[in-house]
């Protein structure tokens, strides 16, 4: 990538605009609140960076200072009404721009593999960092009993095992041929989108508003933590047939 940001991109914030949403990549498998909102909010934060000469590692710094802050309120702060805004808003805002990224870096043409490096090394810290600072604050803060302490262990296992998943599979899978196309959406179960919400980092985001009101956010977060380790059993179980049936398939020939 280059090293400075300092000149303007050629075109106006609408020209860049346009030319992401025609570039959009398709959304099968995405939860809601990444294909409605994080994508679209993304998409305006690069276009916005392009117009100013903004690079894409500039954007991931920034994406990760905002969820570094949002993290540190989260374990640091006592939880108030307030606190709970600040860290939703720093956790959603670093999150959007994790979006804007790697679009950004498409309307610049450029495809680093440093940058990618970058992109999911920050990815993995906020995965591995998120629980730990609910554990942090809990402990500090309260619930009243040291049992409740154990939910966010579970929910910091069940994530860092997802994103290793997520991260994995497509190492293991053949690559797809060539003429095979991008998948087809519209075969996509309307209320899958929905249903995959609570386990949209972005979404769980948003949780954190609830953060100074005691046992309705604690009542969230363990109901989210069910749905995500529910997830990732059934995840687990059709990763593992899936590489069975691979491993007992005949090579194909080259």
């Known amino acids: 990538m280059a090293a400075t940001g300092a000149e303007r991109a050629p075109g106006g914030f609408r020209t860049h605009l346009a030319a992401l949403a025609g570039a959009q990549k398709p959304s099968l498998n995405t939860a809601a609140y990444a294909r409605l909102v994080n994508r679209p909010a993304g998409r305006v934060a690069a276009a916005a960076a392009h117009t100013i000469g903004a690079i894409p590692n500039q954007v991931t710094a920034l994406s990760a200072t905002l969820s570094a802050a949002g993290l540190a309120v989260l374990a640091l702060v006592e939880p108030r009404w307030w606190t709970g805004v600040v860290v939703a808003v720093l956790l959603a805002a670093g999150y959007a721009l994790d979006a ?52 966010p262990l579970g929910f910091e296992i069940v994530a860092v095992v997802t994103y290793f998943g997520l991260i994995l599979m497509p190492t293991l899978r053949p690559a797809p041929p060539e003429s095979s196309g991008s998948p087809a959406a519209v075969h996509e179960n309307p209320l899958r989108k929905w249903a995959l919400l609570p386990m949209d980092y972005g979404a769980q985001c948003w949780m954190f508003v609830l953060l100074g009101f005691g046992v309705i956010f604690q009542a969230v977060y363990v ?22 049936a691979l491993d007992a398939s005949p090579p194909v020939s080259s």
Do not use: M
């Not at 495809?111 to 730990?132: M, N, P, V």
């Not at 749905?227 to 990763?239: I, P, Q, S, T």
């Open 100 to 151: 804007a990224d790697g679009q950004l870096a498409r309307l610049r043409g450029e495809r680093s593999r440093a940058g990618e490096w970058l992109d999911h090394t920050i990815d993995c810290f906020k995965t591995a960092s998120l629980h730990l600072a609910v554990l942090v604050s809990w402990y500090r803060f309260g619930p009243a009993t040291d049992g409740w302490l154990l939910v």
């Open 223 to 244: 109901l989210v933590f069910v749905c995500n380790a529910a997830a990732l059993a059934v995840a687990l179980r059709k990763w593992w047939r899936e590489l069975r």
